[in-house]
């Protein structure tokens, strides 16, 4: 069934900005760390052995690879429009030039970004992303990533307040030195993986509240 017509008329009501439905998604091998603003009784709504929601995705066309049992509009981001819903991956797909535009389509062959908080009560386990050049040998896409940590969101910093960060050929000893030593806005002084103004790193096992 075509809901190009229904996409269409939610780009027309909100002047090309559509509603997007939340997006929740559980992790089993992690615990969540209570700060997505979720009540405490829905932070296992999907089952125990489906594991905590620990993540809030947005504006996503990426499904979640959870491994057996997962739905398989896990991940995905709906659009929501006078009742009913739509796969914000099947508007990109179907209508994408109205989306992101002719030239954005023509280059990237789609919505190729993924944001999301990331709330854990405790570090996530080592693991790596591989590189753009990497990825394409075995048929994907690479995953870099840059994350924020938001003051709002971390009120309490869990069980491992502290980020590793992997840095790769970006400047001089100096110049790295220069970003680590920034205070952020507020009055409290900066320290490596705390409330740092949109630093980019390697994937980082932390207990705070990040948005990447």
């Given at each position: 069934m075509s809901h190009t017509n229904?996409?269409?008329?939610?780009?027309?009501?909100?002047?090309g900005i559509v509603r997007l439905a939340p997006c929740w998604v559980?992790?089993?091998?992690?615990?969540p760390g209570g700060r997505l603003k979720l009540d405490p009784r829905d932070l296992y709504a999907l089952g125990a052995h489906r594991g905590g929601i620990d993540e809030r995705w947005f504006a996503s066309t990426t499904h979640a690879e959870n491994g057996p049992g997962t739905p398989r509009d896990e991940g995905f981001s709906h659009i929501a429009i006078n009742g009913s819903?739509?796969?914000l991956k099947e508007a990109i797909e179907t209508i994408g030039d109205d989306f992101l535009g002719a030239d954005v389509m023509r280059d990237q062959g789609g919505w190729n970004v993924l944001c999301k908080f990331f709330d854990n009560l405790g570090p996530i386990p080592h693991h790596m992303h591989q590189s753009e050049e990497h990825a394409r040998k075995v048929g994907r896409k690479g995953k870099p990533e840059a994350y924020y940590f938001p003051p709002q969101y971390n009120f309490k910093e869990n069980n491992f307040p502290y980020t590793f960060m992997g840095l790769g050929n970006v400047g001089t000893r100096v110049t790295m030195e220069s970003f680590l030593i920034r205070r952020p806005t507020s009055s409290q002084p900066a320290?490596?993986?705390?409330s740092m103004p949109g630093f980019y790193?390697?994937?980082?096992?932390s207990s705070l509240m990040s948005r990447r």
């Open positions: 229904l996409l269409k008329d939610a780009l027309r009501a909100g002047d559980p992790r089993s091998f992690l615990m819903r739509v796969l320290r490596a993986g705390r790193t390697r994937p980082a096992p």
